[in-house]
């Protein structure tokens, strides 16, 4: 194919120096050829920097701590790609994805985005089940508010037109930045959905997603700026209200969760429950004892 157009692969990246070089390199094996590749080092404190410029290819920036949508909107504000590939520093493309995605943009000449599917791989790299791949053909709004279907942003291709009409990912809810962009995408204008799969997502330990408080809590907020854009609309309203009574009632679980956790780690409590625990050990071991010397007797 000519490859006229630039494509810009934006990779936020915070303390993952483990897996950034992964992230680029997969970049790099791409069978599309006219790419850039920024990388946005939002503050780290271990070998993020080494790891990267050992990467002539790459445009190193460095900024202070702002979070994953400010370090995305750094990068593609400092980018000069017709097209934009936003990808986790833990994360990896495969290696038809920027063709996939100009392919895709290029016959879909009216879409703001398109997406792609992704693949689970675990810490070190090896497959994991995978949810199947499942394209949403029409209304993709309407199944945003019903459930995310984009399971990492790296399996989309924006168009910088839009991402410049319309900001850029929002930093007020963190973890759920890239979910409220597409909504705020999709609600205005068309959107594609092809059945490739594009891009590998790790999971590992420190994955933002993880943190179920941040996430939930974010996702709330997601869904309350919905408000006005589905009222008076009966199957919105529907899918509005579900989202914002999952998140609540899963807010009040982890509330719960946690309070648990602070109650059984202070000091008394556990003093408390060693106590009874020894107790509890003291009258079987006598109680047996006792059987024992019965038994003799």
């Known amino acids: 194919m000519v490859e006229s157009a630039l494509i810009s692969v934006i990779i936020p990246t915070y303390n993952y120096a483990a897996f950034i070089g992964e992230a680029i390199q997969s970049v790099l094996d791409q069978t599309y050829r006219k790419f850039e590749i920024v990388v946005i080092d939002d503050g780290s404190t271990d070998d993020t920097k080494e790891v990267v410029l050992a990467f002539p290819e790459v445009l190193y920036l ?115 930045d890239d979910i409220e962009l597409y909504m705020r995408i999709a609600r205005q204008h068309p959107v594609y959905c092809h059945d490739q799969i594009v891009a590998q997502h790790r999971r590992h330990g420190s994955n933002t997603s993880g943190n179920r408080s941040l996430m939930l809590q974010s996702m709330l907020k997601v869904y309350q700026s919905q408000s006005e854009h589905v009222r008076g609309q009966p199957e919105l309203e529907a899918f509005y209200n579900q989202g914002i009574e999952y998140c609540k009632h899963f807010i009040r679980k982890e509330r719960k969760r946690k309070s648990q956790e602070r109650f059984e780690s202070n000091w008394l409590v556990k003093s408390l429950i060693n106590l009874r625990h020894r107790i509890k050990a003291a009258l079987i071991f006598h109680r047996y004892t006792v059987s024992r010397r019965r038994g003799k007797d």
């Open 62 to 176: 460095h900024q202070s701590n702002q979070g994953i949508a400010g370090a995305r909107n750094a990068g593609w504000q400092s980018s000069r790609g017709e097209f934009l590939v936003f990808l986790d520093a833990d994360d990896r493309l495969l290696p038809r994805a920027l063709e996939v995605g100009v392919e895709s943009l290029k016959a879909c000449t009216g879409c703001a985005f398109v997406s792609g599917h992704w693949e689970l791989i675990a810490f070190d790299g090896r497959g994991l089940p995978s949810p199947p791949v499942v394209c949403v053909s029409d209304n993709h709004y309407r199944a945003l508010l019903d459930f995310n279907y984009i399971g990492t942003v790296g399996q989309v291709m924006f168009r910088r037109s839009i991402i410049e009409e319309v900001g850029g990912f929002n930093v007020t809810v963190p973890g759920c």
